[in-house]
């Protein structure tokens, strides 16, 4: 009977336990948090802060205090993004900081955060100085043709003059960031022994040096594998990139290349056998452009964390990051957003296509923000690729869709 009893009674107290409070709708606080170079924490009010799940946006204000709240928040894991712009005399006002900018843009955001109670989440931001010569577009996927067979050689990376005046691109630097199955390097570990102050390269290219080359605002710069027009080789989904400004030259001979196309300066590179731009087609497939007066061959080399043997990446310094873009890899179970390789002042997010094993013709591009008075595009740049980047298998290279 005892027995008999105590079940009753366990069964009437579990009734009474609500389950339905895991996901019951609750109230948030998000709080800025000043970049580092300011001086004062003015300048957070008006902020507009996004809370990111899939396709789902919600956005919220911040007050006087740099704090938003968000109310009916269901318990889930989250996105957080803020960015704004500010204008040099804001610049200086905000740092002290008497060097001559364009301006600036302070951006934060924080990934794959789980919201399960009401609370308040800090939220750092970092400040970085306006770029003229970004990185618009990064064609790594590959595709196939109607007969199931891949397709690698029309990869390319194309750089874009955000700026009002023309830029001279020679002598600038391409890096491919590192990007084994297993990293090489984790962001802790980076931490750990180099104090957040190197990007580890598999790669490095340069735009030739021997001659000035001009871009005018709104013009871009074509970077490719191969010079021919891909589609003449029977693959619809590819480009015609014949008139590509720079060709990293296939030394091997697997690869067409064209005679007419300048070549790209091959200056690092840790696979002795592969000379061209190594844009794996399932990701990972970060992208930095620096400039340096330095002899970037005499850099320092590293092997994976912990070992002394095997491949070497070269260390790059990160003040000479111009841009980075992070390409993370799709996977079954989603995006690692732990296998991040660049850092969060050069990339507070990630893009990538949305085949888990690439070939499906996807190019990452950075979309449009608005268009100056000449009707040049002016493309989205909040140090942010899950805000900059949006994929497409039908834009071509120099175009950017409008939004």
Known sequence: MKRILYLVCLSALLSCVDYNDATQPLSLSVKLQAPEEFIQSAGLDGREIALLKGSQRITATTDANGVATFSDVIPDIYDLSVSWQLTADEYHALTGDPQVVGGCTVSGSLNSRLIKEPETIMLPTQLSINRDIIIGKIYYAGSKDDNNRTYMAGKYVELYNQSDDSVDVSGLYIGLVEAESTQAYTLENLHEVYADSVVLLKQV???????????????????????????????????????????????????????????????????????????????????????????????????????????????????????????????????????????????????????????????????????????????????????????????????????
């Open 205 to 403: 290219f340069r735009i030739p040096a021997n001659a000035p080359h001009l871009v005018a605002p709104g013009g871009t710069v074509l970077l490719v594998n191969s010079a021919i027009n891909h589609q003449a080789n029977g693959y619809a989904l590819e480009q015609d990139l014949s008139d590509a400004d720079f060709e990293a030259k296939d030394a091997s001979g697997k690869m067409q290349n064209n005679p007419s196309t300048p070549a790209l300066e091959l200056i690092y590179t840790m696979y002795p056998s592969v000379s061209n731009m190594n844009l794996v087609q399932s990701g990972p497939c970060s992208v930095v452009i620096f400039r340096t007066d330095d002899d970037v061959t005499a850099y320092q080399r590293t092997y994976p964390y912990g070992k002394t043997t095997g491949n070497q990446w070269l260390l790059l310094p990160k003040r000479h990051v111009i841009d980075g873009v992070e390409v993370l890899r799709l996977k079954n179970t989603g995006i690692d957003v732990s296998s991040k390789r660049l850092y969060d002042d050069i990339d507070a997010g990630y893009t990538n296509i949305s085949a888990v094993s690439g070939w499906n013709a996807e190019v990452v591009y950075r979309t449009t923000a608005k268009h100056a008075t000449d009707g040049r595009a002016i493309l989205t740049d909040t140090n942010n690729s899950s805000n900059d980047f949006k994929t497409s298998t039908t834009i071509k290279p120099r175009e950017y869709d409008e939004e």
